[in-house]
């Protein structure tokens, strides 16, 4: 079983940053891929970022290209989304999750686990 926490969310300005982490514990071996998602109410579901757990190779969707960098710490289980230059429409809850596949998707229902959510709302 794998156990996901994210931290990191809050409030901010248009233009501003925000860092958020997600700590994995349990059987880490369960899943090569992490990944971000984000829903805003009455929205579906959206994939930011995905890395691979063991080559670093990253994805992202289209709308955060430039302005997100997914990426994880070295000889730790934590993976983090650096956000950068921020939108209104940013506004999200953030979920973490893992995924057993062996080629990155934004695609929710290739990841198994997944975090409580940490939400960002970003002010213009």
């Known amino acids: 079983q794998v156990q996901l926490v994210e931290s990191g969310g809050g409030s901010v300005q248009a233009g501003g940053s925000l860092r958020l982490s997600c700590a994995a514990s349990g059987y880490t071996n369960s899943y090569n891929y992490m990944g971000w998602f984000r829903q805003a109410p009455g929205r579906e579901r959206e994939g930011v970022a995905t890395?691979?757990?063991?080559?670093?190779?990253?994805y992202y969707a289209d709308s955060v290209k430039g302005r997100f960098t997914i990426s994880q710490e070295n000889g730790k289980n934590s993976v983090y989304l650096q956000m950068n230059s921020l939108k209104p429409e940013d506004t999200a809850m953030y979920y973490c999750a893992a995924g057993p596949m062996l080629t990155g998707s934004l695609h929710q229902y290739a990841y198994k686990y997944w975090g409580q959510g940490t939400p960002v709302t970003v002010s213009s």
């Open positions: 890395i691979s757990t063991r080559s670093g190779s990253a």
